[in-house]
T-cell receptor, first 112, second 112 residues
């Protein structure tokens, strides 16, 4: 039961350009969405989140957009840097501290 | 301030054996969640512990069990290991009623 889907397993962009990572979900009860970044041999680290009452949240180079009607969210990274190269996971939860459901991840490669 | 600590980092077990993985949450956190991440997939929710009780459970068989101690640390036990149990097991801690988890680096379990 894949409630959170990241349909692009990989993405490659040039340094300085915009990276756009996409995520779709099926459960309309999800009310909080998060993006995590994972380097090899490390656990996922929190990047940015958004509540369902908002449609945009920005933190420095990272912006998350939420389209509730389409059950779609996206993460924009601009400008992209080589250090952003990692696997990015989209996650969603319904209610405080309920179990988070993760997508399969998108491997971002930023080329110098 | 230590984050989430997991032990061991790597483990090799034989089919049919039993394994115990350990997790110490981030200081101040009271809730521990366990995830299984198979190769090429996103983390899958196993269960969550709060106040020493299992509060939420994902779609995992009873071979997977856990425990939370009064100091909030937690164990994940897997009985009758199968080859398919080979994965990265991630522990995440959080503060009840707050969104967002802090993940440990995981335990890489290989079943042969």
């Amino acid at each position: 039961d894949q409630q959170v889907k990241q349909n692009s397993p990989s993405l490659s962009v040039q340094e300085g350009r915009i990276s756009i990572l996409n995520c779709d979900y099926t459960n309309s009860m999800f009310d909080y969405f998060l993006w995590y970044k994972k380097y090899p041999a490390e656990g996922p680290t929190f990047l940015i989140s958004i509540s369902s009452i908002k449609d945009k949240n920005e933190d420095g180079r990272f912006t998350v957009f939420l389209n509730k009607s389409a059950k779609h969210l996206s993460l924009h990274i601009v400008p992209s840097q080589p250090g952003d190269s990692a696997v990015y996971f989209c996650a969603a939860s319904a209610g405080n501290n309920n179990d988070m459901r993760f997508g399969a991840g998108t491997r971002l490669t930023v080329k110098p | 301030d230590a984050g989430v600590t997991q032990s061991p980092t790597h483990l090799i077990k034989t089919r049919g054996q039993q394994v115990t993985l350990r997790c110490s949450p981030k200081s101040g956190h009271d809730t521990v969640s366990w995830y299984q991440q198979a190769l090429g997939q996103g983390p899958q929710f196993i269960f969550q512990y709060y106040e020493e009780e299992e509060r939420q459970r994902g779609n995992f068989p009873d071979r997977f069990s856990g425990h939370q101690f009064p100091n909030y640390s937690s164990e994940l036990n897997v009985n009758a290991l199968l080859l398919g149990d080979s994965a990265l097991y991630l522990c995440a801690s959080s503060l009840r009623e707050h969104y967002g988890y802090t993940f440990g680096s995981g335990t890489r379990l290989t079943v042969v």
